[in-house]
């Protein structure tokens, strides 16, 4: 049995991270940033990349957010955990 599967955030998808200021001067009510997440081994983030950032902090925000949330590190097919990155 394949017990592999992609890294991903521990504990589900809420992000809940702060709302940049340029953004709230700016008027901007919501916006998507891109990022990759390199992963340890025991899934502690090593680093964060911005791959599409909108501008107006969004980026820079979502990079510390990012740094500050537990994640599950990938498995391999016998579902051993491996360092790796977020696609």
């Not at 949330?69 to 955990?81: F, I, M, S, T, V």
């Amino acid at each position: 049995m394949d017990r592999s599967r992609p890294a991903k955030m521990a504990g589900g998808a809420d992000w809940n991270c702060p709302f940049p200021a340029e953004a709230d001067s700016d008027q901007i009510d919501d916006a998507y940033v891109t990022i990759k997440v390199k992963l340890k081994i025991d899934g502690s983030p090593e680093a964060v990349t911005v791959v599409q950032d909108p501008g107006h902090g969004f980026g820079r925000e979502a990079r510390k957010c990012a740094m500050g949330k537990r994640w599950e590190p990938p498995l391999d097919p016998d579902g051993n955990a491996f360092a790796g990155s977020t696609n």
